[in-house]
């Protein structure tokens, strides 16, 4: 509760006559949560995959940066995560690791409410809601049905070609047994099937049995899911959501689907949310030069162990100057990292080391390699304190729970009014 102090003047006699700024009114901390910070939201789909390098400086490290002055909530996505998980042990190991890999990189103790999606119960409810003002139109236009679209008639046309090339197979089998063109020809014609006739057959069998699984693989889920996306960020007030460029479309939709609820109700319950786009966050390279991605599987991992740190390190690729051949920094994938996590002072003396005989890239790698140790250390040592006590992350959990389902309530009760439940 907040202690209101007038400086021993129970009566207020001071403030009589004056027009008072609500910063006069209010405490510094509570002023600052009413006029100035914003409620910041994003969420976390547990898949089970490893955190890297790209996704901390890409995602991870802006919003934590963003919600130091702000009313910040992160969701693990274990709703969302059913579209594609379903395996009850799976979902509840990949929802662990991601809130441990969280808790890591933000601290125990961190103010922003990390939570289960699943432990806020209205947000099935407000999503059947929003359902019923949601135009299926607009479910068309979403990307991500489109990208599984997109992927089965990728695998339709493969398995078409495969199919011909299968048929081709043994057509050109009978070629070589009947006609008897020339030796060189029909000796090369053999090595190619050979080759690749095992390949042709293991893929045929994959791609057909992707096909019989598919009417399974697309279900409401895929198609529903910019609803309940929306659900989550309408649920709360929130005011900013961090994305990225090619996830702008998400935060579009959410804004149609509270249009179409306000219209709908003839009300201004829904606020219209604001994305966020981080501008300055450079691509990084991954061990073979191309953007660093899962899946390009060229990732550095931020919890690798020692051992597989330095096996991806000292394999990223390069050009094959020698050591005593001068290098271009600017064109190096191991000097690009070095340039993004080492200090400016370490970053200048590591480039006239390039400009000079007698530096190869084993060295820069070993280098590196020392930078991203120093650099990972404290999110290594604190994951693997919590990982000791996974009790500690249940508690946070179940906080951040209580107090999300706090802000939800309100919000459920005027919705509830205006619907008619």
Request: aromatic share 10%; with cysteine.
């Amino acid at each position: 509760m907040i202690q209101w102090q007038f400086d021993g003047d129970p009566n207020f006699s001071s403030f009589r006559g004056k027009k008072l700024e609500p910063s006069e009114l209010l405490p510094t901390s509570l002023y600052d949560k009413l006029f100035f910070m914003k409620k910041i939201l994003t969420g976390v789909k547990p898949t089970g995959e490893q955190m890297h390098l790209g996704n901390l400086l890409g995602a991870v490290l802006p919003f934590k940066k963003l919600a130091e002055n702000n009313d910040a909530a992160i969701f693990i996505a274990d709703l969302h995560a059913l579209t594609s998980v379903k395996s009850a042990g799976d979902l509840q190991r990949n929802t662990h690791e991601m809130a441990l890999t969280y808790f890591s990189i933000f601290g125990i103790d961190t103010p922003v409410h990390i939570f289960r999606q699943s432990d806020i119960p209205p947000i099935p409810k407000l999503n059947w809601i929003l359902n019923n003002v949601t135009p299926y139109s607009l479910m068309l236009r979403a990307h991500s049905f489109k990208d599984f679209q997109q992927k089965r008639n990728k695998m339709l046309y493969e398995l078409a070609y495969k199919e011909w090339c299968n048929q081709t197979y043994i057509g050109v089998k009978e070629i070589l047994d009947v006609s008897k063109p020339n030796p060189e020809y029909s000796q090369q014609l053999s090595v190619t099937i050979q080759k690749n006739e095992q390949e042709i057959k293991d893929r045929h069998k994959e791609l057909k049995e992707f096909i019989e699984n598919y009417e399974n693989n697309l279900n409401m889920g895929v198609f529903n899911y910019p609803i309940l996306m929306a659900t989550d960020i309408l649920a709360y007030d929130t005011d900013i959501v961090p994305v990225g460029q090619d996830q702008k479309q998400h935060l579009e939709m959410t804004r149609d689907i509270a249009k179409a609820f306000n219209k709908t109700y003839k009300t201004d319950i829904f606020k219209l949310p604001s994305e966020y786009i981080e501008k300055d966050v450079s691509v990084l390279p991954g061990i073979d030069g191309r953007k660093m991605s899962k899946s390009y599987g060229n990732f550095i991992g931020i919890f690798d162990d020692d051992k597989a740190l330095k096996k991806k390190v000292m394999s990223i690729v390069t050009d094959s100057k020698g050591v005593d051949d001068i290098k271009d920094p600017n064109a190096c994938n191991v000097f690009a990292l070095i340039k993004t996590f080492a200090t400016a002072d370490k970053v200048e003396s590591i480039r006239v080391k390039y400009l000079a005989p007698g530096y190869g890239y084993g060295h820069a790698k070993l280098e590196l390699l020392e930078i991203l140790t120093e650099y990972l250390k404290p999110y290594r040592d604190a994951r693997a304190t919590l990982e000791k006590h996974p009790e500690l992350i249940e508690a946070k959990l179940q906080e951040g729970a209580r107090i999300m389902n706090e802000r939800i309530e309100a919000k459920m009760q005027e919705v509830k009014e205006v619907v008619g439940l």
